[in-house]
């Protein structure tokens, strides 16, 4: 199982910008789908954005579009996600997820990632 550890998150004021880093190992984020899901208090988990094998392609939540981006830092083994224009409810804990080793998956299918990062809070004041 992949090991993911999260870093980035905090507190930032609503219109503001953060970026997180999801850490990994082994080539994991450029040889497996990567992704970020968000919880918030009382909130379902979703899917926040993902981004393909070889970062040839990408999803991201209708929320969050125009705002976010995923990226793969293949150098140093990282799945990124900018947040910009941040609004109070962003505000939840990220986790970073990993798909199988090699495999592409569907983004939205949850039971098909392999590894979960700990997760980092974000929080967005107004």
């Known amino acids: 199982q992949v090991q993911l550890v999260e870093s980035g998150g905090g507190l930032v004021q609503a219109g503001g910008s953060l970026r997180l880093s999801c850490a990994a190992s082994?080539?994991?984020?450029?040889?497996?789908?990567m992704a970020w899901f968000r919880q918030a208090p009382g909130k379902e988990r979703e899917i926040v954005a993902a981004?393909?094998?070889?970062?040839?392609?990408?999803l991201y939540a209708d929320s969050v579009k125009g705002r976010f981006t995923i990226s793969k830092d293949n150098a140093k083994d990282t799945a990124d996600l900018q947040m910009n224009s941040l609004k109070p409810e962003d505000t939840a804990v990220y986790h970073c997820a990993a798909g199988p080793w090699g495999r592409q998956i569907t983004f939205t299918s949850v039971a098909q990632y392999d590894g979960w990062g700990q997760g980092t809070q974000v929080t967005v004041s107004s």
């Open positions: 981004i393909g094998l070889r970062g040839d392609r990408t």
């Open positions: 082994d080539r994991t984020a450029s040889m497996r789908v």
